[in-house]
DNA sequence: AACTTGGGAAACCAATCGGTTGCAAATATA
DNA sequence: TATATTTGCAACCGATTGGTTTCCCAAGTT
């Protein structure tokens, strides 16, 4: 069962309660109020994102109130972090880079 | 088929294949060699690569390169962006931003 | 013209995904 | 204690995924 990061967002759903629940933690119930699938389904994005660690539980009574972990959120930044340097220093010449680098291999 | 960015960096072959053409342009045959798969394979993945735009391909002579959409990878950076608000402002103290926000929407 | 090379498309396969229904456990309430 | 609520978990389902093999086509090469 592969699960990382990349992984766990590539679903709209879960990326749309990793934005719901970053504002406020929140109970399994409360965010499946906001989608049109079950409880359930729902509870399984959740064990999704709990197990890469993107989210975690918050025990209250019988409740459990599932709050993002931003700490984590921080690795997909990282790893566009060696794009942005390329996006940072071309200024849209892409291709003029390329020559560049090209030329420089050579 | 869903085909968007972020079920396109899913798959972590295709992560490798990003960052591998992110500095020179290239073809299938040699970005195959860099992976355990057969040429075919990576060829599926450079479809899926380009229905979301994220590369594009240079016709040369009978062979094609392919060459990453820089500006594509910007919108997983402005997807970021509200999370990085998040961080940026609690200096690692979620818990007390969470409580200040819970207090104002009494 | 015949052959080799680079590359895409189709067919197929096991594995996984996202979703549902049904159930069990634990907490709260009457 | 009996009942209702909140939640997770397992089983199941159709659709999709990532991969392979096979085939075809276009562009060079001999």
Redesign the pocket.
Known sequence: ???DIF?AI??P??RAIIALIALQAM????IAEHF??????V??????LTECELIK?EYK????Y?QLEINKMKEIDKWLEQFRKIWETRFNQLDDLLATIKKQKK
């Open positions: 069962m592969r699960r992984q590539a679903d759903t879960r109970t399994p119930n409360a049109d699938t079950t409880r359930q389904g509870s399984k994005h959740l064990r999704i539980k009574g019988r409740e459990i599932y």
